[in-house]
C-alpha cells in the first residue's frame, strides 16, 4: 500500500466478511460497507466536488470516514486489497488529474472536533477541521496566535502536513505535536521538531502517515473583540488582493526568495494569460483561476506555460506549491 499526502487504544476491527460487501476487483462493485463502523466506500466517484479548484477525474474507490476507527477500517481495507491510498482535506491546494486516482481515496474532511485547554492555553484540533473555522473560534475566545490564517481554506490535517503561512507566519511557529495514524493501523505522536518543518513542507510530505489531529500553543487572556478585530483586518486584506471570487488552489507556485513568484510571473506579463477557461489571475499573478469549465489538463498547461516563460525571462524555475495528483502526461 502507497499513501499520497493530507490518545487512545487502537480499536480491535472486525474482519470485513459482511455480506453486503464485494471485492474491490469486483467490476459490478459499487459500494462497500466496512463492517462495525457507518463506513461506506464507494467507486467511481468524482472529485471534482472535492476541490477547490472544482476539476478533476474520478476516484476508483472513495470514503469519507467521521471517526477515528472508520479511518482504521478504511486504511486496514485497503492493505487488504493492495490499494494505493490517496488523502484529501479540503483539497484546496491540490490538482487532480482529468483521468482521476487509481486506488483508495479517503476524504478526512468529516473529521473534526476541537478542545480549548484554558489551563495551558493548547487547542487541540481533529485534522478535518477546517483551518478558518479554527480561527474564528479561537479569535472569539480571545486566544491570538492563530489571526493570520484566517484566509487559508484548508484544513488543519493538509495545513500541518504542507507547513501553511501567510503574514510571514506559519503552522510551524505554533504546532505544538500532531498525531497521526500509521499503515498498521496504530497512532504516534510527533513534536513539532519532528517534522523537520521549513518552507511550505514537513516530513508528512509523501509519508505514509495520515495525520488525525494536531495541537496548537495559543496566547489566552485576549480581549475577544480586540483578537476578532485584528481576525477580520487580515480577512479583508485577503479579500482585496486575492481573487476569491473564483475557484483557485491559492497560491500556484512558492516564492523564490527574495522574489515573490506573483511580481516575476506579472512582470513577465503573464496576466490574463489563458488556455481554455483557466486563467492567470488578473487581481493576483501568482492564482490560476478556473474561470467557469476549465478542465485540470487547461490548468496544468497554464502552470507550465507561466513556468517556461518566467525562467525563460528570469533564470529562475518557479516550484509549484500545489500538489498535483494523477496523470498529466497527456490529455484524459
Not at 18 to 33: F, G, L
Not at 64 to 78: D, G, V
Not at 162 to 187: F, K, Q, R, W, Y
Not at 282 to 310: K, L, P, Y
Request: proline fraction near 5%.
Amino acid at each position: 500500500m502507497t499513501i499520497s499526502q493530507a490518545v487512545a487504544n487502537v480499536c480491535k476491527l472486525p474482519n470485513i466478511n459482511d455480506n453486503r460487501q464485494q471485492t474491490a476487483n469486483s467490476a459490478e462493485s459499487q459500494e462497500i460497507y466496512l463492517p462495525g463502523t457507518d463506513c461506506v466506500i464507494k467507486s467511481q466517484v468524482s472529485l471534482a466536488g472535492y476541490t477547490s479548484y472544482r476539476v478533476g477525474g474520478p476516484a476508483q474507490w472513495c470514503v469519507a470516514p467521521r471517526n477515528l476507527e472508520a479511518l482504521q477500517a478504511s486504511i486496514q481495507y485497503a492493505q487488504t486489497q493492495e490499494l494505493p491510498v490517496t488523502v484529501l482535506g479540503a483539497g484546496s491546494n491540490l490538482l487532480i488529474s482529468d483521468c482521476g486516482i487509481p486506488g483508495l481515496v479517503i476524504v478526512t474532511r468529516h473529521l473534526r472536533h476541537n478542545n480549548f485547554d484554558i489551563e495551558t492555553g493548547q487547542v487541540t484540533v481533529a485534522a478535518g477541521e477546517p483551518l478558518p473555522s479554527l480561527v474564528w473560534a479561537a479569535a472569539a475566545h480571545g486566544w491570538q496566535g492563530l489571526e493570520w490564517a484566517v484566509g487559508i481554506p484548508g484544513t488543519v490535517g493538509g495545513a500541518v502536513v504542507m507547513n501553511a503561512g501567510a503574514h510571514s507566519s506559519c503552522i510551524a511557529d505554533i504546532l505544538s505535536s500532531v498525531e497521526v495514524l500509521l499503515p498498521d493501523g496504530t497512532l504516534e505522536t510527533l513534536t513539532r521538531e519532528q517534522l523537520n518543518y521549513s518552507y511550505r513542507t514537513s516530513v508528512l510530505q509523501g509519508n505514509k502517515k495520515i495525520v488525525t489531529q494536531a495541537t496548537f500553543q495559543l496566547q489566552p487572556g485576549a480581549a475577544p473583540e480586540h483578537v476578532l478585530a485584528v481576525t477580520k483586518q487580515h480577512k479583508q486584506h485577503r479579500l482585496n488582493t486575492q481573487p476569491y471570487h473564483l475557484p483557485s488552489c491559492g497560491s500556484v507556485f512558492r516564492n523564490p526568495k527574495p522574489h515573490a513568484a506573483g511580481w516575476l510571473i506579472e512582470q513577465s506579463g503573464l496576466k490574463g494569460y489563458q488556455i481554455g477557461k483557466a486563467q492567470v489571475a488578473q487581481r493576483h499573478a501568482n492564482f490560476i483561476v478556473n474561470c467557469g469549465g476549465a478542465s485540470a489538463w487547461d490548468i496544468f498547461n497554464v502552470i507550465r506555460h507561466v513556468q517556461q516563460e518566467v525562467q525563460d525571462r528570469w533564470a529562475i524555475v518557479l516550484e509549484p506549491e500545489v500538489k498535483m495528483i494523477g496523470e498529466f502526461q497527456v490529455a484524459c
